[in-house]
C-alpha cells in the first residue's frame, strides 16, 4: 500500500505564491508515475498535472500551466506543486496520487487511472 501525506495548503491572498508538497517513500516515487489532482467545492476532481516515471517528463492541465510547477528535486520522496499568483479559482484540495509507470496523457487526466492517494490539503484563496 502507497502511503502519501500532502501539506503546505492554508489560506492565500490573489496574487501570492504557494508551495504544496507530497511526502512518501523513496521507493514510491522511483516506481510510480505521480500526479496532483484537485477538487474545488461541488465539483469533480480535476487533473493538475503529472510527472511521468518513464522519462520524469511533466505535463499540466491548460487550465494551470504558466502558474503551477511540479518538481521532484528537493528530495527523492518529495513531490512539489509550487503555484505562482495564485486565484481565487485556485480554491481547493488538493491531493498527490500514485499510479502506473506506463501512462498515456489522456490516462493521466483520468482519475480512475491512479490507485493511491494522499488525504489531500486545502488551499484557499481569498483577500
Known amino acids: 500500500q502507497v502511503q502519501l501525506q500532502e501539506s503546505g495548503g492554508r489560506l492565500v491572498q490573489p496574487g501570492e505564491s504557494l508551495r504544496l508538497s507530497c511526502v512518501g517513500s523513496?521507493?514510491?516515487?522511483?516506481?510510480?508515475?505521480m500526479a496532483w489532482f484537485r477538487q474545488a467545492p461541488g465539483k469533480e476532481r480535476e487533473f493538475v498535472g503529472v510527472?511521468?516515471?518513464?522519462?520524469?517528463?511533466?505535463y499540466y492541465a491548460d487550465s494551470v500551466k504558466g502558474r503551477f510547477t511540479i518538481s521532484r528535486d528537493r528530495a527523492p520522496n518529495i513531490l512539489d506543486l509550487q503555484i505562482s499568483s495564485v486565484k481565487p479559482e485556485d480554491t481547493a484540495v488538493y491531493y498527490c496520487?500514485?499510479?502506473?509507470?506506463?501512462?498515456?496523457?489522456?490516462?493521466?487526466?483520468?482519475?480512475?487511472?491512479?490507485?493511491?492517494w494522499g488525504p489531500g490539503t486545502q488551499v484557499t484563496v481569498s483577500s
Open positions: 496520487a500514485a499510479g502506473p509507470r506506463y501512462i498515456t496523457s489522456g490516462q493521466a487526466m483520468d482519475i480512475n487511472t491512479w490507485h493511491s
Open positions: 510527472r511521468r516515471w518513464s522519462d520524469s517528463s511533466i
Open positions: 523513496a521507493q514510491t516515487f522511483s516506481e510510480h508515475a
